[in-house]
């Protein structure tokens, strides 16, 4: 299985700064279509789980541009512009390359 | 608005059978492969498998092939989790996802304990 490693587990931040997560993996996610299958979501406390990003830089509909997603092949990073309250939670990176797909630990964002 | 709504969780003894429905509204639902994830009490998350629109496919994590089956009913837009011989290990929040996990339902909570 591609095993995910997520860096920080946890991260404590004040409204308005802005935050970088880091997800590697342990294959290269590039599948045989081209495509990049990695994916961030976001679990708001209580919540299901809210995907984000897909295909590494790909915002879903109404999520909002101060988040954006980078990266290729192992290295990929989630940057959050201007925290708002509305974005703490649990995020997770998610790869859809290979079978089975494998989640991140998870990164949970505090308010500091 | 798409919706996915799970239900048949609860309190199962270790060893029991347990079948999970995902009712799907909002979109074609036989238009999408859909697929099954948990989440541990420690937060860990865990992709089941997944089914093909038709129901003709499915993949699986290795690791529960042999107890875990997917289906679906695409006339009853349902999509099924059947877990047999359930262990301690498998009490998590189990979660209906459509295609690549762009939408989730609500999850259900599983308990396998004695």
């Known amino acids: 299985d591609v095993v995910m490693t997520q860096t920080p587990p946890s991260l404590s931040v004040a409204i308005g700064q802005s935050v970088s997560i880091s997800c590697k993996s342990s294959?290269?996610?590039?599948?045989?279509?081209?495509?990049?299958?990695l994916n961030w979501l976001l679990q708001s406390p209580g919540r299901s789980p809210k995907r984000l990003i897909y295909q590494v830089s790909k915002l879903d509909s109404g999520v909002p541009d101060r988040f954006s997603g980078s990266g290729s092949e192992k290295d990929f990073t989630l940057k959050i512009s201007r925290v708002e309250a509305e974005d703490l939670g649990v995020y997770y990176c998610l790869q859809g390359t290979h079978l089975p797909w494998t989640f991140g630990g998870g990164t949970k964002l505090e308010l500091k | 608005e798409v919706q996915l709504v799970e239900s048949g969780g609860g309190l199962v003894q270790p060893g029991a059978s347990l079948k999970l429905s995902c009712v799907a509204s909002?979109?074609?639902?036989?238009?999408?492969?859909m697929s099954w994830v948990r989440q541990t009490p420690g937060k860990t998350m865990e992709w089941i498998g997944d089914?093909?629109?038709?129901?003709?496919?499915?993949n699986y994590a290795p690791s529960l092939k042999n107890r875990f089956t997917i289906s679906r009913d695409n006339a009853k837009s349902t999509l099924y989790l059947q877990m047999s011989n359930v262990r301690s290990e498998d009490t998590a929040t189990y979660y209906c996802t459509r295609g690549g996990v762009d939408y989730w339902g609500q999850g259900v909570m599983v308990t396998v304990s004695s």
């Open positions: 089914i093909k629109y038709d129901g003709s496919y499915t």
């Open positions: 294959q290269s996610l590039v599948a045989s279509d081209k495509n990049t299958y």
């Open positions: 909002g979109f074609t639902f036989s238009d999408y492969w």
